[in-house]
């Protein structure tokens, strides 16, 4: 009702532009939000979403699905996730009335130490081949949300992936793109298993949209899993098979790591915005990183700035540059250093980072203190349970490595790490790299309100605060929060080395050119880009109409559904 009445207000011309849509320049979302009052899901892949609905219906847990759901996207969307990966969790329990963290990220290898990886000459851990794998901790995080929130049996919630993997289904148009720009890329590096595993299993040929896709290498993983449970991949075969094949390529990953890798209950951390709690895990993700943004944004009055004006994107960009600039000099494995969240996020440090904004784009410093691709998918059930989940292999499909018959890449998150020594994020054996992928809350009186997540690399908590303040600033819906056009800073610090510079604006075209004539006047550099802009999905709990509201992505395959 609220967006109808804005856009007939727009057209009678009493309120100027405030959610333009990215493409028409409509003042309306790409679609509506979706209604229902027993569960809802939203993930990136419509047939993900579906499975995760049947787990619903027949009575599984917001988790349950989620995991049901995450494993199919592990098949249906190799290009952003998979077994070979990580995982990161916010779960609203509806029985305590609390939040849970989970982190499922993996460690580097044990025996490979930073001296060995400066005997080769490096400055950088490669983005691709077997030095930059680490332990994947997805299988591992599916089990811990299980055993604490699951209810129907595992082989239940991995059965619709094994058929589907075993019987096939056809690629959606995005993933078929990925895959055919990804799939000939580690051919021509000549890394082993690739055809074997995404060519031969599919007639010989390349796979393309529409068109019948199978991993029974995958199924057979799968299956595994749901029979002999997380050590089945940890202790089994699987790891036998992974790390003997690492180690043929020249990495370090062994058994040992395998066996030993654990998964982290975390406690969730917050800033109130404008009355609403919105919730982030602590490091070694940089969630708090849109946290920061939103206590220096929390010091301008919105209603008096536009949407999409000059004025709310140099702020927005500064903002993210000073949170950044932290980001790179603080967030790392909280196993290895003391990182000062506390200091970071509270008011006072807010105010002092936000005197440093001037009309003018600013280079600036890390604060003085004492002390890619990836799938998102939310799920809520009729019990009252919420689960933001985020999970990833890092650079699209992954490393290029594909342990011979288990049908998935391993991740290559190891890149993150710094090699210059000194750092909080430098590389040390046994050590979480810094994460990029971070799920999102938003809780209002100690009650769920919003369960989301902006998937995409750096731009993720860029996208975490621009929704948040879609949703509260500029009054949006849910579907509208997503659809608005998008905007990113980059360039500037970053956790694995590379130093502070005034950067670039890069900006979808739903924002208009005097925005651009804006920011140039204040010192931005703004470029153009696609494909950059993440990919967003969201479920809302309206409390009085006890309803939840799903929206899903308009820049990807995705879908929300409920029942």
Known sequence: MKSHLTLL??????????????????????RSEVLAQKGMVATSHPLATQIGLDILKKGGTAIDAAIAANAALGLMEPTGSGIGGDLFAIVWDANSKKLHGLNASGRSPKNLRLKDLKAKGLDKIPSFGPLPVSVPGAVDGWFEL???????????????????????????????????????????????????????QNGGKLPQEGSIYKNPFLANTYRKIAEGGREAFYKGEVAKTIASFI?????????????????????????????????????????????????????YDFSEIEFGSPEHLHLFTEAKKLAFEDRAKYYADPDFVNIPAETLLSDAYAAKRRAAIGEKAGIYNAGEISAG??????????????????????????????????????????????????????????????????PAFITKDGNPWVSFGVMGGDFQPQGHTQIVMNLIDFGMNLQEAGDAPRW???????????????????????????????????????????????????????PVQKVYHGASESRKDGQAAGY
């Open 247 to 299: 180690q043929e390529q020249g990495g370090y990953l062994s058994v040992s790591d395998l066996n030993s890798h654990v998964s982290q209950w975390v406690t969730p951390l917050s800033v109130n915005y404008r009355g609403y709690d919105v919730w982030e895990l602590p490091p070694n993700g940089q969630g708090i990183a849109a946290l920061q943004m939103l206590q220096i944004l929390e010091g």
């Open 373 to 438: 691709e990836t799938i998102y998918m939310t799920v809520a059930d009729q019990y009252g349970n919420m689960i933001s989940l985020i999970q990833s292999n890092y650079r699209g499909m992954g490393s290029g490595m594909v342990p011979p018959g288990l049908g998935f890449m391993l991740q290559d998150r190891g890149e993150l790490f710094s090699l210059k020594e000194g750092q909080a994020n430098t590389y040390a054996p046994g050590k979480r790299p810094f994460h990029t992928i971070i």
């Open 488 to 542: 990113d800073h980059t360039g500037g610090s970053s956790p694995t080395g590379q130093g502070p510079g005034l950067g670039a604006v890069r900006i979808e075209s739903g924002i208009p050119y005097q925005t651009v004539r804006g920011l140039m006047d204040r010192g931005h550099e703004v470029r153009y880009a696609r494909g950059v802009y993440g990919g967003y999905q969201a479920i809302l709990w309206d």
């Open 146 to 200: 299980h055993s604490k929130f699951g209810k129907l049996p595992m082989k239940e919630l991995l059965a619709p992936s094994i058929r589907y993997a075993e019987e096939g289904f056809p690629l959606t148009q995005l993933v078929a793109w990925y895959m055919n720009r990804t799939i000939p890329f580690f051919q021509n590096r000549e890394f082993p298993n690739i055809k074997e595993t995404y060519i031969d």
């Open 9 to 30: 207000l727009f057209l009678a011309g009493i309120i100027s532009v405030s959610a333009q849509d990215r493409i028409s320049g409509a003042l309306f979302a790409t």
